[in-house]
């Protein structure tokens, strides 16, 4: 697959070349029923609860660079636990004058250390950040890992699928919006405008990144899906995204999808479904007035499938779209 100016509008496989689009997209979800969340812009206060948790710095394992664990994390709203990882940029402790973008990501223990990630492979995103940081090619930013917890399906679908179940996504994202960004915000020197501010995950994580920046733009101004799950409750997000009266959401969004994570092709036409939902969701942003290449980043990773492995090594593109230093600066 060649990728000119970026971004590819029809990628070729062989002798065809495939349009972006998946399909049937406007006929699928919900109807015409706005996912928009409060955008009062009122400042979150800190819960009470909150207020003293410390952090010690995360020691062992892969980390690399500054990063601080806080452990058992408790939130009021999910009823329940979890650890929360926070990566500082170098320079930080010397620049007390500086705020900086910050970028929340969903499943992430799976991120910074081997130790504790599904199938024992990271991310590598503390040694991606670095090392592009150091070179100049990115923004200094603050990455937080939200470890996810044994309600992971629930908490990061938006409606129940009829085999699966799931739809707690609502509640997931006012935890983030009201639990954990306020206490990020109050620990560290961070930039609150939503074009410094993102989400990001994959498979499932994937899915509730774009629902959460659709949901909350003015919080979360930027979206990083690699291989989100768009086929949940029968692609549900799609139709319902692109039958919503919002014509804009987040300033940014990156959508990828490994060409042999599906094996599936449920009308037979030769491109799996993965793919077709991928680009299908692409083709709504398109449809909203996004502009491909400074917008909206679709990506096609050839050859990938649906692992770690290859969210790590595509993941420098990600943070090049969405917080590369030629970028909202």
Do not use: C
Not at 7 to 19: E, K, S
Not at 144 to 152: A, K, L, M, Q
Not at 161 to 185: M, N, V
Not at 263 to 292: C, P, Q, T
């Amino acid at each position: 697959m060649e990728i000119k100016s970026g971004i590819p509008v029809t990628h070729q496989y062989g002798q065809r070349a495939l349009p972006l689009s998946g399909g049937q997209a406007q006929d699928k979800g919900s109807d015409s029923v706005s996912i928009s969340g409060s955008q009062s812009g009122r400042k979150a206060a800190v819960p009470e609860s909150l207020r003293n948790l410390t952090g010690k710095p995360a020691e062992g394992g892969t980390y690399t660079g500054d990063i601080t664990v806080y452990e058992n994390f408790h939130s009021e709203i999910m009823g329940n636990d979890r650890n929360i990882y926070v990566y500082l940029p170098p320079g930080y402790h010397e620049n007390s004058d500086r705020n900086y973008p910050v970028l929340y990501m969903q499943d992430g223990q799976n991120i910074f250390n081997a130790e504790t990630s599904f199938g024992g492979v990271e991310w590598r995103v503390d040694e991606t950040a670095e090392e592009m940081i150091r070179r100049g090619d990115i923004k200094d930013i603050i990455i937080v890992g939200i470890s996810n917890t044994p309600d992971r399906m629930g908490e990061y679908t938006h409606v129940k699928d009829p085999e699966y179940g799931g739809g707690r996504l609502d509640a997931y994202g006012d935890f983030l919006t009201k639990e954990l960004k306020p206490f990020i915000d109050s620990k560290y020197r961070t930039s609150k405008a939503p074009e410094d501010t993102g989400i990001a995950g994959s498979s499932l994580g994937g899915l509730s990144s774009i629902y959460l920046g659709w949901k909350f733009p003015n919080t979360f101004g930027l979206v990083g899906a690699l291989s989100p799950s768009l086929w949940w409750a029968g692609k549900d997000l799609i139709g319902r995204i692109g039958n919503d009266s919002q014509q804009k959401g987040p300033s940014s969004i990156w959508i990828d999808m490994g060409t042999d994570e599906a094996w599936s092709d449920e009308n037979n036409n030769g491109i799996n479904d993965h793919l077709e939902n991928s680009r299908a969701m692409g083709e709504v942003f398109l449809n909203k007035g996004y502009e491909l290449g400074r917008e909206l980043f679709y990506h096609e990773d050839p050859g990938a499938t649906h692992n770690e492995w290859f969210w790590a090594n595509r993941f420098d593109k990600v943070l090049s779209f969405l917080y590369g230093k030629n970028v909202n600066s």
